[in-house]
């Protein structure tokens, strides 16, 4: 059997080379690179979800370029802390962050919305099965995980809190108000901080909580076009603010996130 539980009934998954089996005949195949589809509608998997290809070739430069690293390395411990058979990273894109976690879960899950990012993902993880859902909508049993993974994606609490035992863990990475100042100083006239992420505690509650703060220097106007890129900022830039960070060849900003671990709470 598989992690996954079909969309429609909810009954478990079998797993063949070529598709996902559902005890009552709803079937799902697998894609070329091994992805299933488990959106509820075949009408709504027909759509376009999530980044496209543009913003995950940019992410996946980024990432690759060692930016981020010290976040990677921040989930990846406090993950590897923790006894996790079987885990979920909800929001995975490309699966840099995945690639650091699989090894430390003998059942390890890649869930994302956009079909793109799963074809990306899938050329980077070799022990997580991947699949196309909604993070609203999980495909997973109520109390069948150790631990859910977020990083920088939205967070679905009631979901994330149905799915989970009630030992399991929440791992979340999330931006703090000062999170690339820089970059808006470029972009806005009056830059804004971030908003305080959203919370959960009547489901969930704090158990470790660490805050990053580092540099991280852009040496080319790839790499500043790639951080653009990937962050929500790109849907929501003046034209003026563009044409001012596609000027600079370099760019030092500042990554400003915490790493935190929640437990549940009992209802």
């Given at each position: 059997m598989s992690l996954f539980c079909c969309p429609v009934c909810g009954?478990?998954?079998?797993?063949?080379?070529?598709?996902?089996?559902?005890?009552?005949?709803h079937d799902y195949d697998r894609a070329a690179c091994g992805y299933v589809n488990l959106l509820q509608s075949q009408a709504s998997s027909r759509k376009r979800h999530g980044d496209d290809r543009r913003m995950l070739t940019a992410r996946r430069d980024f990432l690759d370029g060692g930016f981020y690293a010290p976040i990677r390395d921040e989930l990846a411990a406090a993950f590897a802390a923790a006894s996790v058979s079987a885990a979920v990273d909800v929001g995975c894109g490309e699966g840099y962050y995945t690639a650091a976690l699989e090894t430390a879960c003998a059942g390890m899950a890649g869930l994302d919305v956009s079909t793109a990012a799963l074809r990306f993902a899938a050329r980077r993880l070799s022990r997580t099965a991947l699949c196309c859902a909604s993070a609203f909508h999980l495909p997973f049993a109520d109390g069948s995980l150790d631990a859910v993974i977020s990083v920088f994606a939205p967070c679905a609490y009631a979901e994330f809190f149905r799915v989970l035992k009630p030992t399991g863990l929440l791992f979340k990475v999330s931006p703090l108000p000062d999170h690339l100042h820089e970059l808006r100083e470029v972009l806005y006239e009056t830059p804004r901080p971030n908003k305080p992420e959203q919370r959960d505690e009547e489901r969930?509650?704090?158990?470790?909580?660490?805050?990053?703060?580092?540099?991280?220097?852009?040496?080319?106007?790839?790499?500043?076009?790639?951080?653009?890129?990937?962050?929500?900022?790109?849907?929501?830039?003046?034209?003026?603010?563009?044409?001012?960070?596609?000027?600079?060849?370099?760019?030092?900003?500042?990554?400003?996130?915490?790493?935190?671990?929640?437990?549940?709470?009992?209802?």
């Open positions: 009954s478990p998954l079998a797993e063949s080379p070529r598709a996902y089996h559902c005890p009552n005949g969930f509650v704090s158990r470790k909580r660490s805050e990053l703060r580092f540099p991280v220097a852009l040496p080319s106007q790839k790499a500043i076009a790639d951080l653009f890129a990937m962050t929500p900022y790109c849907y929501k830039t003046p034209a003026d603010g563009e044409a001012r960070l596609a000027a600079l060849t370099s760019l030092t900003v500042t990554a400003a996130v915490a790493v935190e671990t929640f437990g549940k709470k009992e209802l």
